[in-house]
């Protein structure tokens, strides 16, 4: 018991790096490796009947709750070195093929839910600047139109067939509290990545900020 209390004051005397012990944020990094190193791009998450979907739980609100003009919303675009390649409403997302997915949506908190999203793969998307993007962008950022919440998402679980910029759930437009008229759906990460009411994208040549990893959770948070 002595020696398992002077471990536990060592952890909690080591610098602390992003609001959490060094020693913690390391063992973070561990479980990082070993996931990424299971990823493999053509296996897909278990999907299920269209009618095991259910309207999604609410939960989570920040970066969501001030009104914003729909009419008027569009998401930036930014390059590496924070450069402007371009700006895109719903209508241009609604040109690229639409495709939908019927998978469990998985909270950190532990519970899990059915439902229905049906939208643009993010690989379509990121078609627009094949003529941009190198082996170099690794990373993709992601805003709230405040800023208030922002993720950061390696490019593989991007380009992946079941990451979806979704704007319906159940044939239905997504409602404010479910991050209209555009949000992030995928079924490879926890809920705490998968963006509501995106308004920047940034594509990065390495790891940027992240609202819970900066609050001392892991920054993969993969499945």
Same mark, same amino acid.
Request: hydrophobic share 40%; net charge negative; with cysteine.
């Given at each position: 018991?002595?020696?398992?209390?002077?471990?536990?004051?060592?952890?909690?005397?080591?610098?602390?790096?992003?609001?959490?012990?060094?020693?913690?944020?390391?063992?973070?990094?561990?479980?990082?490796?070993?996931?990424?190193?299971?990823?493999?791009?053509?296996?897909?998450?278990?999907?299920?009947?269209?009618?095991?979907?259910?309207?999604?739980?609410?939960?989570?609100? =920040?970066?969501?709750?001030?009104?914003?003009?729909?009419?008027?919303?569009? =998401?930036?675009?930014?390059?590496?070195?924070?450069?402007?390649?371009?700006?895109?409403?719903?209508?241009?997302?609604?040109?690229?093929?639409?495709?939908?997915?019927?998978?469990?949506?998985?909270?950190?908190?532990?519970?899990?839910?059915?439902?229905?999203?049906?939208?643009?793969?993010?690989?379509?998307?990121?078609?627009?600047?094949?003529?941009? =993007?190198?082996?170099?962008?690794?990373?993709?950022?992601?805003?709230?139109?405040?800023?208030?919440?922002?993720?950061?998402?390696?490019?593989?679980?991007?380009?992946?067939?079941?990451?979806?910029?979704?704007?319906?759930? =159940?044939?239905?437009?997504?409602?404010?509290?479910?991050?209209?008229?555009?949000?992030?759906?995928?079924?490879?990460?926890?809920?705490?990545?998968?963006?509501?009411?995106?308004?920047?994208?940034?594509?990065?040549?390495?790891?940027?900020?992240?609202?819970?990893?900066?609050?001392?959770?892991?920054?993969?948070?993969?499945?």
């Amino acid at each position: 018991m002595f020696a398992g209390f002077m471990g536990w004051r060592s952890v909690q005397g080591s610098a602390a790096d992003r609001r959490i012990p060094g020693v913690l944020r390391d063992v973070h990094g561990v479980n990082e490796s070993i996931w990424s190193s299971l990823f493999r791009e053509d296996h897909l998450a278990k999907e299920f009947a269209r009618e095991d979907a259910s309207i999604l739980r609410v939960n989570g609100r =920040i970066g969501i709750d001030d009104e914003i003009d729909l009419n008027q919303w569009q =998401i930036v675009v930014h390059g590496p070195d924070g450069e402007e390649w371009g700006t895109h409403t719903l209508a241009d997302i609604k040109a690229l093929p639409r495709h939908e997915m019927t998978i469990e949506h998985k909270c950190i908190e532990g519970w899990a839910q059915v439902t229905n999203w049906g939208g643009a793969r993010f690989s379509d998307f990121l078609n627009l600047y094949a003529d941009r =993007i190198d082996g170099a962008i690794t990373d993709v950022g992601m805003e709230t139109p405040d800023s208030k919440y922002y993720v950061s998402m390696d490019m593989a679980t991007m380009r992946h067939r079941q990451t979806l910029l979704a704007y319906d759930m =159940i044939d239905q437009p997504l409602d404010d509290a479910h991050g209209a008229p555009l949000r992030l759906a995928t079924p490879l990460k926890y809920g705490i990545k998968q963006l509501k009411r995106i308004g920047v994208i940034q594509f990065r040549r390495e790891p940027g900020r992240d609202y819970w990893g900066d609050r001392g959770y892991d920054d993969y948070v993969g499945l």
